[in-house]
């Protein structure tokens, strides 16, 4: 089974523009061994939920790796850092988490696994939680998904994210304003 990684960037940081932010995301996973085994197109999507903000860059990639959720976590939190974001003490406050950064990467799906899925508190907020909370109702997230693992299923809902794509509550979240193809490891160092 898999491990499914959202991307996303609307600022300059350290590893430059949004596009460039995501391809050094990509290399920086295989520097710490990740194995990527797909990566979708780069789609450029309105902003959600905070408005007043630049379009995002969002890309899925696929990864294998012997590496558990968390120790993945501390490595996507420790290249998020290098390319400059910034964690605030209020983050987790509403729209806080929906501001511009120079580099946003999640755990979508670990394996398949479900852990904490629609039961987490502040408590468990330490934790993983397995899948990603919202990345069902986040077109974002879902139409890069299609283009690396279409035939994948929410481990809770059973869904394939096309089926997800149609719910109403999807709709409205990050429309889709251009796709690009994923920058190759040789046009930015």
Same mark, same amino acid.
Not at 93 to 99: I, M, T
């Given at each position: 089974m898999v491990v499914v990684i959202a991307l996303g960037s609307n600022l300059t940081g350290n590893f430059g523009p949004p596009q460039y932010a995501l391809r050094k995301a990509v290399n920086e996973l295989e520097a710490f061994g990740i194995t990527i085994l797909s990566t979708? =197109? /780069?789609? /450029?999507?309105k902003a959600h939920a905070y408005l007043k903000q630049p379009n995002f860059y969002n890309a899925i990639v696929t990864v294998a790796t012997p590496l558990p959720a968390e120790a993945i976590l501390q490595v996507l939190k420790g290249i998020e850092a290098r390319a400059g974001r910034r964690m605030q =003490?209020?983050?987790r406050? #509403? $729209? $806080?988490?929906?501001?511009p950064r120079p580099l946003d990467l999640d755990i979508v799906s670990y394996k398949g696994v479900v852990r904490n899925w629609k039961g987490s508190s502040r408590q468990k907020a330490r934790c993983v939680t397995l899948p990603h909370q919202r990345a069902h109702e986040r077109a974002f997230v879902l139409r890069p998904l299609t283009d690396v693992a279409p035939f994948w299923h929410h481990p809770v809902l059973g869904l394939t #994210?096309?089926?997800l794509l149609k719910l109403p509550k999807v709709r409205g979240t990050g429309r889709i304003l251009e796709c690009l193809e994923f920058p190759s490891a040789a046009s930015h160092s």
């Open positions: 979708s =197109k /780069i789609y /450029i999507t =003490k209020n983050e406050q #509403p $729209f $806080f988490h929906w501001r #994210p096309a089926q």
